[in-house]
């Protein structure tokens, strides 16, 4: 399924569960990866509310906040990522912010530079 086809099902799994923070989670990257950031970063700052202890969601905040030029809060949420990261020891997110966060693992990103 791509992430187009998605966005309904995990619309109406928000609007079922609102406080799932995965499926606002799964949401906001399914916004960001068709290019609506500006609908992602909602769906992704309420994710991070729900589920502070979850570092991947910070990351795919900061991520979304750096491509909306929000530069500060794309910090906030890097430093947010890097301390829940050390904090839990987690193994869920990338190692380091730096390294690009792939929504979907079954689908390699490209090395390519992006526009």
Do not use: W
């Amino acid at each position: 399924m791509d992430s187009i086809a998605g966005i309904p099902f995990a619309e109406e799994a928000v609007k079922l569960q609102p406080k799932y923070s995965f499926g606002h989670y799964l949401l906001g990257l399914l916004y960001f990866d068709t290019g609506e950031t500006v609908r992602a970063i909602p769906e992704l700052e309420t994710a991070s509310r729900l589920a502070p202890q979850e570092p991947q969601f910070y990351c795919a905040l900061g991520n979304a906040y750096a491509k909306a030029g929000r530069k500060q809060e794309a910090a906030r949420a890097r430093t947010s990522f890097i301390r829940v990261q050390r904090r839990e020891g987690s193994e869920s997110g990338p190692t380091a912010y730096g390294e690009a966060h792939n929504p979907n693992p079954a689908r390699p990103q490209s090395s390519a530079p992006q526009p």
